[in-house]
């Protein structure tokens, strides 16, 4: 696949988004899969100075929560439309189902609504103004539809939580191995991509029951169902911690200054699942830290006054 290729200056413009107004995002996300989806697509909606959350789609998994790629999917969807009535936003126009299955080979979409809805939402949008993607699962969606309109390099900026630190003696992350010819196309095409990586990056974005319950444990009905989530996720809190990393996408995203980043050449994925490295490659961002204690006081808040910060949408 010949890829649209930007000038350098173009290209490094794009990872850098505008400070001073809000950004029209989409959000990719396994819903399902876990707990974490829930609390980035509750940070997405409820931070409209900073992003304007226009369409989520569901991805694809498969683990023990599901018995395929497309059940995955379709879990997923279920989970968002769930989610989103706990706090009274549509779902009709708003949510699309995304991929059934996995790509075949690297040439070959996956034809999808969401697929189509990423295409023309942000090939409707004029030239320099992309439309900014955050992927928080597996990501066959958004590589089907680059696939299907090559073009849309051009078009959009891409936010992914994906494999590990680069130092990491493996790639073997569950958003980034369950696709690879996907995860390939990401990494080749010279889309622009900030990525956050797993373990070494966002792996300490942990919460327990027990401060969940203290910060926003019965604030309002969101919240508490949130806390209800989590709390099932384990059958032994003592001493017990899980991530909440997928809200590191949509915070690297909303608060950057929480997420610095550096820029690199984009690293190749290996057939031994370890990246590799070769400096006439184009640039990406990676997210080298993120400051978990102001995302997690800023989500907590925003939590907190749901009702408040809804009310208007």
Known sequence: MEWPKLSFEAQIAR?????????????????YNEVDDQFALCLS????????LRAVYAAPFHNTRSNGP????????????????????KSEGFVFEGSRSYLPDAETPV?????????????????????????????????????????????????WLAGH????????????????????????????????????VASHMTASTYELDACIGGKNALCDALCQLFAEY?????????????????AALAHPEWAPTELVHSPILSLEDRYSFDNRRHFI???????????????????SNAEEILKNR
């Open 165 to 200: 630190e680069f130092s990491w003696p493996d790639t073997r992350e569950f958003n980034m191995m369950q696709d690879k010819p996907a995860s390939r196309i990401i990494l080749d095409s010279g889309v622009p991509l900030v990525l956050v990586p797993c373990m070494g």
């Open 70 to 89: 497309e059940d995955g999917m379709v879990k997923s969807y279920a989970e968002i439309v769930r989610l989103l009535g706990t706090v009274n936003v």
């Open 45 to 52: 909606l409820l931070s409209p100075d900073r992003v304007t």
């Open 285 to 303: 961002r990676v997210v080298r830290r993120l400051n978990r204690t102001e995302i997690f006081r800023d989500m907590f808040t925003r939590l």
């Open 234 to 250: 384990s059958d032994n809190h003592y001493g017990w911690a899980k991530e909440i990393w997928d809200a590191a996408a949509v």
């Open 15 to 31: 990872l850098n988004p505008p400070a001073d107004r809000p950004v029209d995002m989409v959000l990719d996300t396994d819903t």
């Open 111 to 159: 034809d999808s609504p969401a697929a189509r809805d990423l295409i023309a939402r942000a090939m409707a949008r004029p030239e320099g103004d992309p439309l900014y993607v955050v992927a928080i699962g597996c990501i066959t969606n958004v590589a089907s539809a680059l696939l299907m309109e090559p073009k849309l390099v051009n078009r959009i900026v891409l936010v």
